[in-house]
Nanobody, 130 residues
């Protein structure tokens, strides 16, 4: 059964940087687009952050990212990365990676639709605070 495991979260000061990793196992990750979704807390809405196509040739970012984040993947290592710079307190959230067949240009579907084809990780907490 497919599994995704995120790591790299933590506490960082405003303006700082973190790199999140998402390691896949049990399925062919290079068949899937990988999305990063975040949730600020229980009861808060999930929010799309970024997405990378299955070959790594295309990337997508939500407007609020504004050039601060970079998504990449290494299919040989079955790993996807999200480099985050210039972090703000409002970036505080649990970050999830999701393997999906949804196109990256339709990231909203990963947030809004519980597809049985999607594979979610358990999440990693990012806290931006002084």
């Amino acid at each position: 059964q497919g599994q995704l495991v995120e790591s790299g979260g933590g506490l960082v000061q405003p303006g700082g940087s973190l790199t999140l990793s998402c390691v896949a196992s049990g399925f062919s990750v290079d068949d899937y687009n990988i999305a990063w979704i975040r949730q600020a807390g229980p009861g808060k809405e999930r929010q799309g952050v970024s997405c990378i196509g299955n070959s790594g040739g295309s990337t997508f970012y939500e407007d609020f990212v504004n050039g601060r984040f970079t998504v990449s993947r290494d299919n040989a290592e079955k790993t996807v990365f999200l480099q985050m710079h210039s972090l703000k307190p409002e970036d505080t959230a649990t970050y999830y990676c999701v393997a999906t067949f949804a196109p990256c240009t339709a990231l909203w579907t990963v947030v809004a639709v519980d597809s049985s084809d999607d594979i979610w990780g358990q999440g990693t907490q990012v806290t931006v605070s002084s």
